[in-house]
């Protein structure tokens, strides 16, 4: 029978293991809404990342994502393929927000079509196959206030720039220029420009983790594996060296009987 002592230094042992394992987490984002935090989540599993989602912020609404250290920076790697997590676009909360100045006219154009490039954005990224999408519009310096011909304030020309699956991309530059320039009504198509960048996905189509990165472990858990592997060597020697002390008790009480 081993000794208690032996056992209460397994159960540290175990301990200091678990913590390690713990500690082998690292944080790639801390801040993400519920929604980027679950694309990002799904897009490193689907690679064979070991990812996790916590929550960082309940009253917030900010989400982590987690991964193992040792597969940290090919999770990296696949995100920046992907332009992942996406940058935040300001809507029309930019309209909205109240500012302690009373901004000037121009400064209430400008707002104005930022936002609106801000909620196109948003839109273009949530259809098929595109992951990422920056619109520009551009608004005629010299006419910056608000006055009567209305024409005057709107955008001559406006500029998107798309980074796209291939594979999943449905829309053609067309589409793009009919979306954008349906947002407002004195813009023509033909004024939208439209760039298409197809992303690399070839980098990280075969990027599950490779046989080696199974056997990678930080050095303070192969100084806990060795300590425990040498703590059971030890509790097995001194276990065998108690049977075999019991055996030779019980032999002699049998020599004795007998």
């Given at each position: 029978m081993i000794p208690?002592?032996?056992?209460?230094?397994?159960?540290?042992?175990?301990?200091?293991?678990?913590?390690?394992?713990?500690?082998?987490?690292?944080?790639?984002?801390?801040?993400?809404?519920?929604?980027?935090?679950?694309?990002?989540?799904?897009?490193?599993?689907?690679?064979?990342?070991?990812?996790?989602?916590?929550?960082?912020?309940?009253?917030?609404?900010?989400?982590?994502?987690?991964?193992?250290?040792?597969?940290?920076?090919?999770?990296?790697?696949?995100?920046?393929?992907?332009?992942?997590?996406?940058?935040?676009?300001?809507?029309?909360?930019?309209v909205t927000q109240k500012s302690g100045l009373l901004p000037s006219p121009g400064n209430k154009v400008n707002r104005y079509y930022i936002a609106l490039a801000g909620e196109l954005a948003k839109t273009m990224e949530r259809l098929p196959g595109i992951h990422f999408a920056r619109i520009h519009f551009a608004i005629p310096q010299n006419n910056t206030s608000f006055g009567h011909n209305k024409k005057e304030l709107v955008p001559e020309k406006a500029s998107v720039v798309l980074k796209v699956n291939e594979a999943e991309f449905q829309m053609k530059p067309t589409d793009v220029q009919t979306l954008v320039a349906g947002s407002i009504a004195e813009l023509e198509a033909a004024s939208v420009s439209v760039i298409i960048q197809l992303a690399d996905l070839r980098k990280i189509k075969n990027s599950r983790p490779t046989p080696s990165s199974f056997f990678s472990f930080s050095p303070l858990i192969l100084i806990i594996f060795g300590t425990l592997s040498l703590v059971v060597i030890v509790s097995l020697v001194v276990a065998v060296f108690h049977l075999k002390k019991r055996l030779k008790e019980l032999s002699k009480q049998l020599s004795t009987e007998s």
């Open positions: 208690a002592k032996f056992n209460k230094l397994f159960i540290l042992i175990f301990f200091l293991f678990g913590f390690a394992v713990i500690g082998c987490k690292v944080d790639l984002f801390n801040e993400l809404s519920e929604k980027e935090a679950n694309r990002v989540l799904t897009v490193l599993q689907n690679k064979g990342i070991k990812a996790e989602k916590f929550i960082r912020d309940k009253r917030k609404g900010y989400y982590g994502i987690e991964v193992d250290k040792d597969e940290a920076a090919q999770a990296v790697s696949i995100l920046n393929q992907l332009d992942l997590p996406s940058d935040k676009h300001r809507g029309y909360d930019l």
